[in-house]
């Protein structure tokens, strides 16, 4: 389910029994592309990596596959270390038969996930806009608030094999991963305004032109994997666990495997002439 949608994902977790398998499907949900990343992903898999529509999707398919192994991986390592424990038993229990109430499931489906989702979607949308409209549109001397944070950002991300604005988009894209790429746009346009590039030859144009590398492409496929939650997803992490606490570390941790890989990567596309 976390491929649709991370916060689902989450509440999806509610049937398995053990509370600590619970958590640790809790804690790794977010390392599965939802559909808010999806477009990013498949934007720099089609333009930088692959010369067809079908090698793109090859690619896609090799970075969902590596999204799953790292789940697994990370899943081992909590099971292993700070979530340690006897595994469960899985006992699968046929139901007695009954005729459907096709009505029921509906409202429930809709009440309990649907607007239960889109509820907490639209709270954190509306400030959101407020706060990146601002950002755009308040200067400080010559340059947008916008722009002074980018420059900020940039020594920090260039470690990592960003850039301020890949760093930024991603901070500002926290209520939803669907804003990250208008926010990259809209950072190297100088717009002012959110705007997406529906022409892929003009995406990777822009992005080439602001001195975008395979080794930057790279380290954004891979940080666009793994970092942290969106708000979304956090608060539901809340709503379930009631935890402060295991909140923060569902944000943190992929956040720390998603810079500690981008370091890796870069360092390596260092070393073959790829930087």
Not at 53 to 72: E, N, Q, Y
């Amino acid at each position: 389910m976390g491929f649709g949608c991370n916060a689902c994902g989450v509440t999806g977790c509610r049937i398995i029994d053990s509370p600590r398998e619970r958590l640790i499907a809790i804690l790794t949900n977010t390392f599965a592309p939802c559909n808010g990343r999806f477009p990013l992903l498949i934007f720099l898999c089609t333009a930088f990596f692959a010369g067809s529509a079908a090698g793109g999707a090859l690619l896609l398919t090799a970075v969902i596959a590596g999204s799953v192994l790292l789940t697994l991986a990370v899943s081992r390592l909590l099971s292993a270390t700070v979530l340690r424990g006897m595994p469960s038993s899985f006992t699968l229990e046929l139901p007695p038969y009954r005729v459907p109430q096709v009505g029921r499931v509906i409202v429930r489906s809709v009440r309990d996930r649907t607007l239960f989702v889109l509820g907490r979607a639209a709270a954190v949308a509306a400030p959101a806009g407020v706060v990146i409209w601002l950002l755009a549109h308040i200067t400080v001397g010559d340059a947008s608030l916008f722009a002074h944070l980018t420059a900020a950002l940039e020594p920090i991300a260039r470690v990592f094999g960003l850039d301020g604005v890949i760093l930024l988009a991603f901070l500002l894209g926290f209520p939803a991963n669907e804003l990250v790429m208008p926010l990259i746009v809209m950072g190297y346009l100088s717009t002012g305004t959110l705007a997406g590039v529906s022409d892929l030859a003009a995406f990777r144009a822009l992005l080439i032109a602001n001195g975008w590398t395979l080794c930057t492409a790279l380290c954004t496929l891979v940080f666009t994997v793994a970092h942290w939650p969106c708000s979304t997803t956090c608060l539901t992490i809340w709503k379930e666990t009631r935890s402060v606490k295991w909140t923060l570390v569902s944000a943190l941790l992929p956040t720390f495997i998603g810079f500690t890989l981008c370091l890796i990567v870069h360092g390596l596309c260092i070393a073959a002439g790829l930087a």
